[in-house]
């Protein structure tokens, strides 16, 4: 077994939204959007880290440079979708995945089941072995002040000889 864990943190762009607020692969509605080189879905490069992670790579910056035209406002299911591949191709597959996201805002329980099945279709998993949590920052913390999102991930990868 294998295991592999992903964080990553994007801040709030100032003033009103320039682009839609993605996270975990779905359209959040919020006036507010993050910055980042690519559209920004802090949850899916922290998964595709974790996934990453437990294959003994790098991250995702290393593969996906943000400094590259190419991956300038990309979406991130790409990332994702590649480094489940590694997965399938180094002989491991995907047991479980597990997924926080911190924000104080927007509010993200309506959302969590739509994420949930997103994570698994990418993943080609059942949404039984897809968890997703979504956590304030009580108000305290850059979480808390509404400065940014952060999001967490843990994979559980098996040999999976073919
Ligand atoms: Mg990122």
Same mark, same amino acid.
């Given at each position: 077994m294998r295991i592999g864990l992903g964080h990553d943190t994007h801040r709030f762009e100032e003033g009103p939204a320039r682009r839609p607020l993605i996270l975990g692969g779905v359209e959040v509605p919020y006036h507010r959007s993050l910055a980042g080189h690519s559209d920004a879905d802090v949850l899916f490069h922290a998964l595709t880290d974790a996934l990453l992670g437990a294959l003994g790579e790098g991250d995702i910056g290393d593969l996906f440079p943000d400094t590259a035209e190419e991956n300038r406002g990309r979406n991130s299911a790409d990332f994702l979708r590649y480094a489940a591949g590694q997965v399938g191709n180094r002989g491991w597959?995907?047991?479980?995945?597990?997924?926080?996201?911190?924000?104080?805002?927007?509010? =993200?329980? $309506?959302?969590?089941?739509?994420? +949930?099945? %997103?994570?698994? @279709?990418?993943? *080609? =998993?059942? $949404?039984?072995?897809?968890?997703? +949590?979504? %956590?304030?920052? @009580?108000?305290? *913390?850059?979480?808390?002040?509404?400065?940014?999102?952060?999001?967490?991930?843990?994979?559980?990868?098996?040999?999976?000889?073919?």
């Open positions: 597959r995907i047991e479980n995945v597990d997924v926080i996201i911190f924000a104080q805002a927007p509010k =993200l329980g $309506p959302y969590k089941e739509q994420i +949930k099945k %997103k994570i698994a @279709e990418h993943l *080609g =998993l059942p $949404p039984g072995s897809v968890g997703v +949590k979504a %956590k304030t920052g @009580e108000r305290v *913390g850059f979480i808390g002040r509404e400065e940014a999102i952060s999001a967490e991930a843990v994979v559980l990868l098996e040999n999976d000889p073919k």
